[in-house]
Nanobody, 113 residues
């Protein structure tokens, strides 16, 4: 079982930056996939950025603006979000796959125009 706790959401103006952090309850070395998804009002949950095996994947809409990173010693996966746009407004969820799918509780990111 894996527990995921997100932090770092908030309100920011367009063009600004935020950093999200997800802390896992077990070593992230043992987790097959881990990353971030988001869900905007009235829309389906979508992939933002993930580590899967040895690969890093980004949604086209965030490439060049968002960077996912991991700190193995702290069992955390962070998402640095730069040049934020109003379209980035959503609840951001940390995701992990370890013998099953796990989600964090979500953190709200609101980008004002």
């Amino acid at each position: 079982q894996v527990q995921l706790v997100e932090s770092g959401g908030g309100l920011v103006q367009a063009g600004g930056s935020l950093r999200l952090s997800c802390a896992a309850s077990r070593s992230i070395f043992s987790i097959s996939a881990m990353g971030w998804y988001r869900q905007a009002p009235g829309k389906e949950r979508e992939l933002v950025a993930t580590f899967t095996g040895g690969n890093t994947n980004y949604a086209d809409s965030v490439k060049g603006r968002f960077t996912i990173s991991r700190a193995n010693a702290k069992n955390t996966v962070d998402l640095q979000m730069n040049r934020l746009k109003p379209d980035d407004t959503a609840v951001y969820y940390c995701h992990a796959y370890y013998k099953g799918t796990y989600w964090g509780q979500g953190t709200q990111v609101t980008v004002s125009s």
